[in-house]
């Protein structure tokens, strides 16, 4: 089977009267029109990685998250479109929530493990399926070199230029691969990665391990509102008024805060008049399900 998906992600303008204001013009690619489940980035970092596995004749992918693991469940529905099977290993005692009920939907079979345990995933794979000759392993998230060729693939279907692009940053995976198509492309778009978690600083080094050539760009780390999965009544209503405004989904894990993060920087005269922004809509959008109660 040809594992690829036709790619529907347009860029589409957004407007702002505070845009209007500092005299940048907002754009959004929509990844997260991609595929429904296999949404966004997530789908760009498995695509390789499934046609590895598929050469290497492996029909079993074993990968790892958490409980609202939105890679995940874009494995669970990708393996399940394209014919494999799949066993995601999922951090924490056994829970049931609406990501892991989608995840069992398509097919994915799920084995709860320890904390402890589960931060060496590599001797999990091999205590399980060490002597499994079709079995996969695909790490947390999808971090891989595979992954982030994938996502450099983003860059390639740009038709205009751009000041800046912005993207949510969680492994750093997809923030290397879009740089590293910047790279290949030659252009001069400055990248801005947004940490969704504390302490965000470190995620320049997960960055730089996937980049094919250095390269500079700015993180901007005072936009993760407690942490990963946290978020305050200021970002929730930043959310509420964004989805009212546009008619495009975000939520607060990832999208969310990249989002709250350049109206901020706008507002603040971070961007020279004149700037053409790209934010990268990276999907992920069923993590809203497990954030209701904040709304
Ligand atoms: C997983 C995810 C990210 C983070 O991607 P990384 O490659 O791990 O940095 C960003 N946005 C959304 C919506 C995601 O689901």
Redesign the pocket.
């Known amino acids: 089977m040809n594992i690829d998906l036709e790619i529907f992600s347009p860029v589409q303008a957004i407007s702002n009267p505070l845009f209007d204001e500092h005299g940048v013009k907002v754009f959004l690619k929509r990844d997260?029109l991609i595929h429904p489940m296999i949404?966004?980035?997530?789908w760009r970092?498995l695509k390789y990685l499934l046609k590895t596995a598929q050469s290497q004749s492996k029909n079993h992918l074993i990968t790892f998250g958490g409980a609202y693991s939105?890679?995940l469940l874009?494995t669970a529905a990708a393996t399940a479109k394209f014919g494999f099977k799949a066993t995601g290993i999922v951090r924490g005692e056994q829970v049931n929530n609406d990501t892991l009920f989608l995840c069992k939907l398509h097919g994915m079979r799920l084995v709860f493990t320890d904390r402890d345990s589960y931060r060496d995933k590599h001797a999990l794979f091999a205590q399980h399926y060490g002597d499994d000759t079709d079995a996969f392993f695909i790490d947390e998230?999808?971090?891989s070199p595979e992954?982030a060729l994938g996502?450099a693939e983003l860059v390639d279907e740009l038709t205009e230029t751009y000041d800046h692009i912005f993207?949510?940053?969680?492994?750093?995976?997809?923030?290397a691969?879009i740089i590293n198509g910047l790279s290949r492309r030659q252009l001069k778009t400055r990248f801005n990665a947004v940490p969704?978690f504390k302490n965000g600083a470190f995620i320049r080094e997960e960055i730089n391990k996937f980049l094919i050539t250095p390269a500079d760009y700015d993180l901007h780390t005072d936009y993760h509102f407690g942490g990963y999965g946290k978020a305050d009544a200021e970002l929730i209503g930043f959310i509420k008024e964004f989805v009212a405004a546009t008619g495009i989904v975000i939520?607060p894990?990832?999208?969310g805060k990249?989002m709250y993060a350049l109206y901020d920087l706008i507002g603040k005269g971070h961007f020279e008049p004149g700037s053409k922004i790209l934010a990268i809509h990276?999907?992920?959008?069923w993590?809203l399900l497990g954030m209701k109660d904040k709304f």
Do not use: L
């Open positions: 997260d949404s966004g980035n997530k970092k939105n890679h874009a998230g999808g971090a992954a996502c993207c949510a940053c969680g492994t750093g995976t997809t923030a691969g969704v939520e894990v990832y999208t990249m990276s999907g992920g959008i993590g």
